[in-house]
């Protein structure tokens, strides 16, 4: 199975892993994973979110301890008991967030944590400043070791940080999605640099969602699926299509079949459009965007995590201002300086974090009235009245415990999640814009808001769904926009699509 | 059913016992400021029964803390709102000292002073107060400056006005209302503890009763949940620096008639002793939690204090040492009670 296609200086297998398994309280994040990584190989590494590829690097890397299974490096057997651990054995990972010092010099960044000191412990500038610049020239990185590292575009922000992990004597690198905020010419250099250290005997992993860029670069590729390891393959055997199938599982489980199942969606042209979005863009992360969501449709974006939808939710919310392009509702140009001038608009939005939407030190009837203080009261506040709606909003979306007094901390995530959703429901918006609806949530929570959603759909309300999850963005939408690096790349509408579809095109 | 965390339902652990102590510190850290009180009033009751203990010293306490009253209520929206306003004491002596200003004064206090009628010369007082809350405001939200630096800014431009307004010099005259309410009384109850104390529950009603006061309190609980639920953020800590302001120099300008004379470095006690009140009392650094009734018991702790220090035989130095200490212990427990809140919502 082990294929070496591409990977001509593999030298067999620099780490195995064996029967590994890791809980996160009851939930199997890993179910006996045996995983072998060969040097000299770029290993890509693909699975939904959730399936368990992140939890291995995070073994792999030493920053779970608490795993069952063995680990051997070189043929010995090793547990580390921290991520420093997995560094001081050569084991470097670079995140997706990258942990670059924005405000420190390029050479500072490379030498994090770790700079040289001459004499009285003082930093030796231009010692460091030469290493550096000797270090990222045969990389073949070109950038000045004394620029400030914010002021770099963030391609190159990232060859730095990977040049960081390389310079503290790692031999296996892990890239977590490193290619999701690269533009072309900037995975070509990254990909570049990537069979470069390949063909030095260096060891990569390489995780993404992207199977085009996985299929690219990857000598081997291996798929998960719900903690487990479902398949490894030599990506000059494989396409795109049989990965799918395998992220997915078409046809071996009849549990997932759903997944697979075809969708029909019906969208509507006989509505008033409410929103429109014309050539938006903000700095990197959109540009040019075009949408408009009608009166009582359900319209999907989906994308991978960094595709910019985060971004655009929050300007069509009033929260960043775009660069370029106009928003229209109701067919009439609307320029919103801040949010409350978007509620006022009747634009409502609930962002995907719960910290970022709750007061959690207030009850739950404080949390519910936030939104509507202004047509509950002119001056003096109702707090009756606002019992009263909690309480009514309450029993609507079966939020238990059924106390308004109650402090929101102390109800479970989804009914947080209710909680975050009955704000905007007293008085209907005209727009309703949900973020990460679903995210963490169990299978009946999930069920109730989807039904909510299309309570307010069939009521009229025009609603804008931004997820990274398929079955999210399946289960509500009428129309689908599929979002990738920050544009919109296709539309779904008035067709049958699936979840294989969606991941297709993304 | 309006006992928050009594029932059992959603919780995944059943862990009764650590939670109960939980609750029953934040419990006991809600009354660590009454019990603080009454501890001093029983200390000092036993140390000379004879003066702390009569209706006289209670107005003289209540005097006292009248005018931090003031500028503390105007920083406990501040503080409720996770901001903070170092300029206090500053903007208050300014306020008076343009209040002297605009005041006929005896030939011998040479300043170039422009008399003009006394509600003049209040408008123009309180305009300058509002005008250090703008500036204060657009510091904060528009450019982006922290609150805790802007305002040291302002502190200083305060005192720089303070300073080119009397030149070195003490002017006496204010307002004969001003005058009145800075060192009459009505009855028995001096004024200034009458206009504290409506200050005060004005500042109560607002919080509690208005729609500006629950932005106050969301805003400061979480200021990002509070931007996506569409409050206009900027707007409610913008008005809240302004009021800080308005605050401070309406004390000021009580502050002025009621020490009898405006002077550079009158007030700058005050900004320590207006903090102190409002964090002694409970209200959260953090902002969102706690209120007016919190400050009014951190004022009669530091009244107390204060005042019951002056009734005992105790090295005057050593009295500035142990306000310090105060207030360095009100903090640690502040600190700590938020502490406490946020572990209480994790399990």
């Known amino acids: 199975m082990q294929a070496r296609a591409k990977g001509m200086s593999a030298t067999g297998p620099v780490l195995e892993l064996s029967g590994i398994s890791k809980h996160f309280g009851g939930v199997n994040a890993l179910a006996d994973v045996d995983f072998v990584l060969d040097g000299g190989q770029v290993h890509g590494l693909v699975g939904e979110n959730g399936a368990g590829k992140s939890t291995l690097m995070k073994i792999i890397a030493g920053v779970h301890t608490d795993f069952e299974g063995t680990m051997r490096l070189d043929g010995v057997e090793v547990r580390f008991r921290s991520a420093h651990d997995a560094r001081a054995a050569g084991i470097g990972m670079v995140y997706q967030e990258l942990s670059v010092v924005r405000d420190l010099s390029v050479a500072e960044n490379v030498f994090l944590g770790r700079q040289p000191t001459g004499t009285l412990g003082l930093i030796a500038w231009r010692h460091m400043m030469r290493e550096a610049g000797d270090h990222l020239r045969g990389l073949g990185i070109d950038v000045d070791p004394q620029a400030r590292m914010g002021a770099l575009p963030v391609g190159l922000q990232q060859l730095v940080e990977l040049s960081r992990v390389l310079f503290s004597g790692a031999r296996v690198i892990i890239l977590d999605e490193p290619t999701s905020a690269l533009s072309p010419p900037e995975i070509d250099r990254l990909f570049g640099l990537l069979r470069k250290l390949r063909d030095d005997g260096r060891t990569i992993v390489f995780i993404s969602h992207f199977l085009d860029d996985v299929l690219r670069v990857s000598d081997t590729v291996t798929i998960f699926r719900n903690g487990r390891k479902v398949a490894t393959g030599a990506a000059a055997n494989i396409e795109k299509r049989w990965i799918i199938e395998r992220m997915i599982g078409a046809g071996n489980d009849a549990l997932e079949a759903g997944y697979t199942q075809d969708i029909r969606l019906e969208g509507r042209d006989d509505t008033q459009i409410v929103l429109e979005v014309d050539q938006l863009s903000f700095g990197r992360a959109y540009r040019g965007v075009s949408l408009n969501v009608r009166a009582g449709e359900v319209l999907g974006l989906y994308g991978f995590m960094g595709c910019g939808q985060l971004e655009l939710v929050r300007t069509l919310f009033g929260g960043l201002k775009p660069d370029h392009g106009t928003i229209r509702l109701e067919g009439n140009p609307v320029r919103m300086s801040n949010t409350a001038a978007a509620r006022r608009a009747g634009i409502a939005f609930v962002p995907e974090s719960r910290r970022s939407m709750l007061f959690l030190l207030e009850p739950m009837y404080k949390n519910v009235s936030i939104s509507i203080l202004e047509r509950l009261s002119r001056f003096l506040l109702k707090p009756s009245r606002e019992r009263e709606i909690a309480a009514e909003q309450g029993r609507r979306l079966r939020i238990v415990p059924a106390s308004v007094e109650r402090r929101v901390g102390t109800f479970s995530g989804g009914n947080q999640q209710k909680i975050a959703l009955a704000k905007w429901l007293n008085f209907l918006p005209k727009v309703l814009i949900l973020s990460e609806p679903t995210r963490g949530m169990d299978v009946g929570a999930k069920a109730d808001v989807v039904r909510i959603v299309q309570g307010l759909r069939d009521e009229g309300v025009a609603i804008l769904v931004a997820s990274t999850e398929p079955e999210t963005v399946l289960a509500m939408a009428d129309r689908v926009l599929v979002m990738k690096k920050g544009e919109i790349v296709h539309e779904f509408a008035d067709e049958v699509i699936s979840k294989d579809r969606l991941l297709a095109a993304a | ?347």
């Not at chain 2, 300008?253 to 009392?281: K, N, P, R, T, W």
């Open chain 2, 1 to 347: 059913m309006s006992t928050p965390g009594t029932d059992t339902t959603p919780q995944r652990k059943p862990t009764a016992t650590p939670r109960t102590s939980l609750r029953l510190r934040d419990h006991l850290k809600k009354i660590a400021p009454f019990i603080t009180l009454l501890f001093l009033i029983v200390f000092f009751s036993v140390a000379s029964p004879a003066s702390f203990l009569t209706w006289n010293n209670l107005t003289n306490i209540l005097t006292q803390i009248s005018v931090t009253g003031i500028i503390a209520t105007g920083l406990t929206f501040v503080i409720l709102c996770a901001e903070i306003d170092l300029s206090v004491g500053s903007v208050a002596n300014a306020v008076g000292i343009v209040l002297a200003f605009f005041t006929a004064q005896d030939a011998s206090v040479n300043i170039a002073n422009v008399p003009l009628p006394g509600w003049v010369a209040i408008v123009l007082a309180l305009t300058s107060a509002v005008i250090f809350g703008l500036v204060t405001a657009f510091g904060v939200t528009r450019i982006g400056i922290p609150s805790f630096i802007m305002t040291l800014a302002m502190l200083q431009i305060g005192a720089g006005v303070c300073a080119m307004l009397v030149r070195g010099q003490i002017a006496y005259n204010v307002p004969d209302v001003i005058k009145v309410l800075g060192t009459k009384a009505l009855g028995p109850i001096p004024w200034i503890v009458i206009v504290a104390a409506l200050v005060l529950a004005a500042g109560h009603f607002v919080l509690t009763y208005t729609r500006f006061g629950r932005y106050v309190y969301m805003v400061g609980g979480n200021r990002e949940a509070a931007e996506y639920s569409g409050v206009n953020v900027r707007a409610v800590v913008a008005s809240v620096m302004i009021i800080g302001a308005v605050c401070s120099g309406f004390a000021g300008m009580l502050g002025v008639a009621h020490l009898g004379s405006a002077q550079q470095d009158e007030f700058v006690d005050y900004l320590l002793d207006s903090i102190a009140a409002v964090v002694v009392g409970g209200t959260s650094l953090f902002g969102g939690q706690g209120g007016i009734p919190n400050t009014i018991i951190g004022l009669f702790v530091l009244g107390v204090l204060n005042n019951g220090l002056d009734h005992v035989k105790i090295d005057s130095f050593l009295k500035v040492l142990i306000r310090g200490l105060i207030l360095l212990t009100a903090l640690i427990i502040n600190i700590y009670a938020q502490r406490i809140r946020s572990r209480s919502l994790e399990e």
